[in-house]
């Protein structure tokens, strides 16, 4: 049987991210998509802000193993384990990412971890927080 389109949507933009095509990856997302990060209190606001954010990541490899990714019409989870790497620097965790998509694009995602605080304290040193 076949992924029902929001799982591809979803699997897709998750693979050109991984491939470090935030262009590509920007396509999937609403122009008004709300983007919920893991340890923020506050969601990225539109779909140039996310590309921006990730963007800002560009000498940071990430390596997804997307274990599953469910959907219906109104939701799609996504399981996955992420490395990454940027310089000396490992960091391993899995994830659990919950969207709402319409009309073939991302309008909301939020992202939940195996450790939070780890995940905040890697990427806040990499941003120089």
Do not use: C
């Not at 076949?2 to 699997?11: G, K, Q, S, T, V």
């Not at 935030?22 to 008004?32: K, P, R, S």
């Not at 939701?75 to 000396?88: E, F, I, K, N, W």
Request: aromatic share 10%; no cysteine; proline share 2%.
């Amino acid at each position: 049987m076949a992924d029902h389109p929001n799982a591809e949507l979803y699997r897709k933009g998750l693979e050109r991210f991984a491939d470090g095509d935030t262009d590509a990856f920007g396509e999937m997302l609403a122009d008004d998509v709300v983007w919920w990060q893991i340890g923020m209190a506050e969601p990225v606001r539109g779909k140039e802000a996310v590309i921006a954010q990730m963007a800002a990541f560009d000498d940071v490899e990430f390596n997804l193993d997307i274990h599953d990714v469910l959907a219906n019409d109104e939701h799609t989870v996504a399981l996955v384990a992420v490395t990454v790497r940027a310089g000396d620097q490992e960091f391993s965790y899995r994830t659990t990412e919950i969207v709402h998509a319409k009309d073939g694009k991302v309008t909301e995602r939020w992202a939940f971890s195996d450790d939070t605080e780890a995940i905040a304290s890697f990427f806040g040193q990499l941003a120089g927080d």
